[in-house]
């Protein structure tokens, strides 16, 4: 019988405080080998079906694997726990084969009696899709990820085949489907496990003590401190270098980086820009910098006047001097965005003109919407680093000098990161700063995922709540027609629209920076998670 919630936090935390402190002792006293990675909050759970923040994913990760994969660092889809895959000609049908013998960590709940087979496929997927399944109301899942790119209404059938052949039929082409599949939240989880948690009458543990098939299985949490992970010894790819994995859950940025020199953390994610210089003059340190595939915005939720009217976004968006914003919060470590997709992305509209810093236009929109003497916004930011936004207050503080300069006065507002990504995606705020990361290299992880009409729905990701018909259009064709150069079309007139409507205030696009010391080796800066599969560390 599995234990209270409390014993197994206490229980477990007294655990937790031993392994970080040998975690840092020299390599004479530690017996394991153990990683370090200084990441930045604390996630909202361990099953990336349940929510859409990158912390809660990159957590997640080491625990699990999906039928295919993005080769390492890049967008290439190749069989994981799937051996191989059929697609037919008219792009209707998917047939996977399962590799055999793919073991299940264990922990003090439950012992696996059998390995990796199709009900847990079916499983996974139907849990997210419908709404009579034992699992769906388990929790509070949402399923936005599921949802937000649009599943539901694409998937026909997922039928079990035989134990290792499983079989999805979709109502319609989707050109973006096998990427889809790679994405976290469609990772593959164990059936059996969940059905022993059922009878249990405890279903609430299979996501916050989650097993899966993944390099390394879960110890332990404890809010604020740390996450434990150890090497799974049954992996089907074989064991990992690393003993054990522990995140140490530190918020400041500062403090990262002083933990990171100090030796305390081996890893650590989203350096200050301004402080790269000095780190990649520090030789025990390395820098592994990209282009982020991102975007920061400012969201203006077109369902509330006055923003329902397209002049006063457009104002808003003239008003705000976004090179002098973007040299001051990302200094060497962004670009000004122009496009809700990120330069280099296929179908980026590079002939597409940024709106110019024009505060003499912007209050002469605001004088022809009917609004001579302003009006008052509240301008919500994000209470912590992210990965497209580095200083999310220090934004907020110059959008708003910027437009009260026009007449618009603004209330600034944020939550704890929990609190604010549930209450923005509820549509309460006028104006939001958010951003998004590519999860799969295609366009429609942005263009769909968060402008669709499908996404306006409370708890969507379309968080500035606006269903354009002829942008819908354009992304609704773009997902049926495999022809690249058909779907660059359409999503290049779809960033036209964006464009003309403005829905967002976009605002930049990033350079993804993780620094790491130079005795950690075979480390990947990936963009769609944290990857630990195969990293050593050398003795020092």
Known sequence: MPLPPKTFTKRLAKGLCVLVVLAGTSGAAQADKSLVYCTEGNPQSFNAQVSTSGTSVNAASPLFNNLVEFGRGTQIITPALAESYTVSDDGLVYDFRLRRNVRFHSNEHFTPSRTLNADDVLFSIERQWKS?????????????????????????????????????????????????????????????????????????????????????????????????????????????????????????????????????????????????????????????????????????????????????????????????????????????????????????????????????????????????????????????????????????????????????????KTENWGNYRSRVTQGEQDMVIYGWTGDNGDPDNFLYFLLSCTGVQPGGTNVARWCNPD??????????DNDIEKRAAYYRKAQQIFNREMPWFPIANTFIAVVHRKEVKNYTNNLFKQDFSGVDIEAQ
């Open 471 to 480: 942008f819908e259009e354009q992304i609704t064709k773009a997902k049926s």
């Open 132 to 412: 009579d399944h034992p699992y769906h109301n388990v929790g509070p899942a949402t399923y936005d990820y599921f949802r937000g790119m649009g599943l539901p209404t694409l998937l026909k059938s997922v039928e079990k085949l035989d134990d290792h052949g499983v079989r999805i039929t979709l109502n319609r082409p989707e050109a973006p489907f096998l990427a889809d599949l790679a994405m976290p939240f469609l990772s593959i989880q164990s059936a059996e496990y969940a059905d022993s948690l059922m009878k249990a009458k405890r279903p609430e543990l299979f996501d916050e003590e989650p097993i899966g098939t993944g390099p390394f299985r879960l110890v332990s949490y404890q809010r604020d401190l740390a996450i434990r992970y150890k090497a799974f010894d049954g992996y089907w790819q074989g064991r990992q270098p690393l003993d054990n994995l522990i995140y140490s859950i530190t918020p400041n940025i500062a403090v990262r980086l002083n933990k990171l020199r100090s030796g305390e953390c081996h890893v650590m994610i989203f350096p200050n820009p301004a402080e790269l210089g000095k780190i990649e003059k520090d030789p025990n340190l390395v820098i592994e910098q990209q282009d982020g595939k991102n975007v920061a915005y400012m969201a203006l939720n077109t369902r509330k006047p006055p923003l329902d009217d397209v002049r006063v976004r457009r104002a808003v968006t003239l008003a705000i001097d976004k090179r002098t914003l973007v040299d001051a919060v990302y200094q060497n470590g962004g670009r000004p965005a122009k496009n809700p997709i990120p330069p280099g992305m296929w179908s980026y509209d590079d002939s597409i003109e940024d709106h110019p810093f024009d505060p003499v236009a912007a209050r002469r929109l605001l004088i022809e919407a009917g609004y001579p003497e302003g009006f008052t916004l509240d301008l919500w930011y994000p209470p912590v680093t992210r990965p497209y936004m580095p200083n999310g207050k220090r934004a907020a503080e110059m959008i708003r000098e910027n437009l009260e300069r026009i007449g618009i006065k603004v209330s600034l």
